[in-house]
């Protein structure tokens, strides 16, 4: 199985930015992809942005342009870079990790880190 764990969650001022981290342990080898979601109050879970194994990327429409997902294999983590950020980032950020079908197709979660936006 794979373990994920999140940090550099905060309180920011809108406009500013922050840097999550996820890092990762366990089957490492069987993640084909990974990405950030996050959790408003009251609100569903939502997808913000996914990496492939591959290095592509995709995002949420609401965070194009401002937040970028990356990789560094090496520390077996990943990151997500928000930048002008907004009050409407205000979430639990959650990082997710799918494994391959070989070794079952399952999701990961980690813990979360609150994000949040206020001035």
């Known amino acids: 199985q794979v373990q994920l764990v999140e940090s550099g969650g905060g309180l920011v001022q809108p406009g500013g930015s922050l840097r999550l981290s996820c890092a990762a342990s366990g089957t490492i080898f069987s993640v084909t992809r990974m990405g950030w979601y996050r959790q408003a109050p009251g609100k569903q879970r939502e997808l913000v942005a996914v990496i492939t194994g591959g290095g592509s990327t995709n995002y949420a429409d609401s965070v194009k342009g401002r937040f970028t997902i990356s990789r560094d294999n090496a520390k077996n983590t990943v990151y997500l870079q928000m930048n002008s950020l907004k009050p409407e980032d205000t979430a639990v950020y959650y990082c997710?990790?799918?494994?391959?079908?070989?070794?079952?197709?399952?999701?990961?979660w980690g813990q979360g880190t609150q994000v949040t936006v206020s001035s």
């Open positions: 997710n990790a799918e494994t391959s079908p070989a070794w079952g197709g399952a999701n990961y």
